[in-house]
């Protein structure tokens, strides 16, 4: 466990993926983290790298070879990740390929994640970087999960979720049995920037957006007015999500998404990679804002 604060938030993060585990504020002691319940869902931002969500079969072929490659890749749990550098404000981990992500993911990479604290934002910083002689292909993305509610004597549809834009935006529908995104969509959101939270929100799954103008979304409470902004300035994809019936909200920035049900499982040509050219770098970044850090 590392952890780092300023006048205003304090954060922590496991050894273990370089999950982020604790968002607070050092003034009033508010926790925004959801609790990882392992009854209900175990975790509390997994980092998602080289994919995002389900493959078909959970399998990808990469020139004419099969692959076996975990939902959300393998940064999550990966033990092997190393925290490289830390100072007052920061903390980067870093995760090179070895030879065990080679038989999953045919590729030398160098994967980075620093978390950077600057007033009551916190920065989340990805960078991957080719270190073969050949293009990659990878997803990339955050899978940050809030409390909700945060605070006591409120009740979860209290919350909504208010876009930086009016959208008109619809959900790709996902398989219930295997996590792929089908052909069906449904409206959610009708010339509105509102989205309210209720219990039976996420019945089917994930919600799936390929195409919001809005790179911001704010938490924000009926009673206690904002609670958290997410900027995801970098990442064209978003998705939002809960287990039914549990008290917290994921908001995460993707680019990329699981597989459609219709996908020929070829990793170069699945909608939403990156490729990323031999000796290159890609970064891609988001931030939380805290916006109850101030209030004693």
Known sequence: MYQISNKLIKIAVKKIGAELY?????KNKTAFMWDADPTIWGSFAPNLFPIIGALKNNEYIFEGKTYNMPK??????????????????SLKFQLKYNQESLKLYPFKFCYNIQFSLKENILHIHHEVKNLDNKPMFFSIGGHPAFKCPVYENE??????????????????????????????????????????????L????????????????????????????????????????????????CIEPWIGYADLETTNQQLPSKEGIIKLEASSNFKAKYSIEIHKAHVV
Do not use: M
């Not at 604790?22 to 050092?26: D, G, L, N």
């Not at 995801?232 to 809960?242: K, M, R």
């Open 22 to 26: 604790e968002i607070s504020s050092v």
């Open 72 to 89: 959300h890749g393998f940064i999550r749990h990966n033990p092997d990740i190393k925290l490289i550098e830390k100072t007052e404000s």
């Open 155 to 200: 009740k979860y549809s209290d919350y909504n979720l208010r876009f930086e834009f009016t959208e008109t935006a619809e959900t790709y529908l996902l398989n219930l049995e295997n996590g792929l995104l089908t052909n069906q969509k449904e409206l959610v959101l009708d010339k509105s920037n509102t989205l309210d939270l209720n219990y039976s």
């Open 202 to 249: 996420f019945n089917k799954d994930a919600l799936v957006f390929k195409d919001l103008k809005s790179r911001k979304i704010t938490l924000n409470s009926k009673n206690k007015g904002d609670i958290i902004t997410l900027n995801y300035a970098d990442f064209p994809h978003l998705g939002i999500w809960a287990k039914p019936n549990a008290d917290y909200v």
